[in-house]
């Protein structure tokens, strides 16, 4: 009976329930070709920004080139908003148009 009256009471050991934690969306940075920027910087980009290796670099900017854009990588969308933006600063003060998008993946 004194078991009763404690459950009663809310002296009882409660469970806890485990938090579900969910994994952000990502999102896609997209180079996208154009007639203006060099090869040798959107690999430099590629490189310093989105921390490829030269073999990477080179093969995702094959990519853009032959295919009209490449994917550089997937981050959360405050990230991959950033590189963008960082491609865009980087090839506006050296004179290239060149085009970074974030799709959602």
């Given at each position: 009976m004194a078991e009763q009256n404690d459950r009663k009471s809310g002296e009882g050991v409660l469970e806890k329930s485990k938090p579900t934690v969910k994994r952000p969306r990502l999102y896609k940075v997209v180079l996208h070709n154009d007639d203006y920027t060099t090869m040798d910087f959107v690999v430099e980009v590629?490189?310093?920004?989105f921390d490829k290796s030269p073999a990477e670099a080179y093969r995702i900017m094959m990519q853009v080139h032959l295919g009209g854009r490449g994917v550089c990588g997937a981050y959360t969308f405050e990230i991959a908003e950033t590189k963008a933006v960082a491609v865009h600063d980087?090839?506006?003060r050296?004179?290239?148009p060149l085009l970074a998008s974030v799709e959602e993946e």
């Open positions: 590629l490189e310093h920004v980087l090839a506006q050296n004179g290239y």
